[in-house]
């Protein structure tokens, strides 16, 4: 842990992995990390920033649309600009290995060399693993110092949205020629989408993308859809803001950064950053609880016989015996 405080990459990069293998250990680093986190409680009154906490800004929509290079170059741009960012690039899984196929990686070389540290990990083919192992290697990249810590997902679905919602920032990238804006309205991306970078800008059908997700915009406002629990839109963020960026040139980057800062600055200043980060509690709270519970109920299952009546009833009374014994050990 000292290792990791005193910005070693290597530290971080082993704690990553014991985090993202789960079990014990990853249990042990994860309150580990939390208390030394959360030990100071000091708060800047300027960008309501906590001490020792990251913004973390989750990246996602359809394959394709460019996300990789986009995140690469921005967050290469932030260095310039003096931030240590970090990137969780979550990779499909490889069918052979189940590991990340480290595609990400690969074409975020120019970011790395600038200093930009990168971390690939596998969806494993399923939300849940993700669900436990995400939060807790940000508060791993959060202790070695890093701010902002990307989490770039890998395409439009339901792992996506769950990942994506765990942020302080939700970025959705779209692109020309792919119909991705109404794909994502369909995704839900919609309601999760603090930002929406239209990469590719330079095709001659950009400016309909913009056109569709601006329509969009005005239908989710005049029907109140489409909006986090907490977000009054009283924090000057009315609606998500649209960027139009080239992610080869570096067009747009600039603004890129600067709409993600003033999202920042607009949920700390009315107090919905402290409520997000209270929902992204709760909500891994309950994914390890969903966790426990599917691996005891696993186990309970396996040893029944079969015929003793019918699976709804008996799912129930298994489920009451669960509760009631959690609430025993209470």
Do not use: C, Y
């Not at 919609?190 to 001659?204: C, G, I, Q, T």
């Amino acid at each position: 842990m000292a290792a990791t405080r005193g910005g070693e990459r290597w530290a971080t990069a082993r704690l990553l992995s014991l985090v993202e293998r789960g079990g014990p250990l990853a249990d042990e680093v994860a309150e580990r990390t939390w208390a030394l986190l959360h030990g100071d409680a000091t708060v800047d009154a300027i960008s309501g920033r906590r001490a020792n906490r990251a913004h973390v800004v989750g990246v996602t929509g359809p394959p394709g649309a460019g996300k990789s290079t986009l995140v690469a170059v921005w967050t290469t741009r932030l260095v310039e600009r003096g931030h240590r960012p970090a990137v969780l690039a979550v990779d499909p899984s490889s069918p052979l290995t189940g590991g990340a196929i480290l595609g990400d990686r690969v074409r975020m070389a120019e970011a790395t060399a600038a200093g930009v540290f990168i971390r690939s990990m596998a969806t494993r083919g399923h939300a849940g693993g993700l669900a436990l192992a995400v939060p807790g290697m940000v508060r791993v990249l959060e202790l070695a110092g890093f701010d902002p810590v990307v989490v770039e997902t890998v395409g439009v679905g339901q792992v996506e949205v769950d990942v994506a919602s765990a942020a302080d920032t939700v970025l959705v990238v779209v692109t020309p020629g792919m119909g991705d804006a109404v794909q994502a309205n369909k995704a839900g991306l919609l309601e999760v989408a603090d930002l929406f970078a239209v990469n590719k800008s330079d095709r001659p059908d950009a400016a309909g993308v913009r056109r569709d997700l601006e329509l969009m915009l005005d239908l989710s406002d005049l029907t109140g859809h489409g909006r986090r629990r907490h977000d009054t839109r009283t924090d000057g963020w009315s609606r998500p803001a649209v960027v139009s960026t080239v992610a080869t040139t570096g067009a747009g980057v600039d603004e890129l950064a600067d709409a993600t800062d003033a999202h920042l600055a607009g949920l700390a200043a009315v107090g919905t950053l402290v409520a997000r980060r209270e929902d992204r509690w709760r909500a891994e709270v309950r994914s390890h609880v969903d966790h426990l519970l599917l691996e005891t109920s696993r186990g309970v299952v396996s040893g029944l016989s079969v015929g003793t009546g019918a699976p709804a009833a008996v799912a129930r009374e298994l489920a009451a015996g669960l509760v009631g014994g959690a609430e025993g050990d209470r």
